[in-house]
């Protein structure tokens, strides 16, 4: 059983930065991919970046790749999402994800955080 809890949204203006937590609990967090998806309002979830449980091997969706920086730290059981230049359509509730392969399906991973908002204004 894995417990994921995000935090670090909030609101931006254009062109800002924000950066996600997402805080683990359970023994198998370091053997897992994980991920963090959005979803906007009227919109489906959607992936933005997954990372291997090494680090070595991340991927990102178009919208976001050389803006966005996905992390993570076994020790301390959490992965970061260091987001810059935000934009506008960057707005969504963001979601952490626990799996166990590194694709961008929702429904290849096990657990989910609450979401976190973010609003960015223009």
């Known amino acids: 059983q894995v417990q994921l809890v995000e935090s670090g949204g909030g609101s931006v203006q254009a062109g800002g930065s924000l950066k996600l937590s997402c805080a683990a609990s359970?023994?198998?967090?370091?053997?897992?991919?994980m991920g963090w998806f959005r979803q906007a309002p009227g919109k489906e979830r959607e992936f933005v970046a997954v990372?291997?449980?090494?680090?070595?091997?991340?991927y990102y969706a178009d919208s976001v790749k050389g803006r966005f920086t996905i992390s993570r730290d076994n020790a301390k059981n959490t992965v970061f999402l260091q987001m810059n230049s935000l934009k506008p359509e960057d707005t969504a509730v963001y979601y952490c994800?626990?799996?166990?392969?590194?694709?961008?399906?929702?429904?290849?991973?096990?657990?989910w955080g609450q979401g976190t908002q973010v609003t960015v204004s223009s």
């Open positions: 994800a626990a799996g166990s392969r590194l694709v961008a399906v929702t429904t290849e991973y096990d657990y």
């Open positions: 359970g023994r198998t967090f370091s053997s897992r991919a």
């Open positions: 990372i291997g449980w090494s680090s070595i091997n991340t």
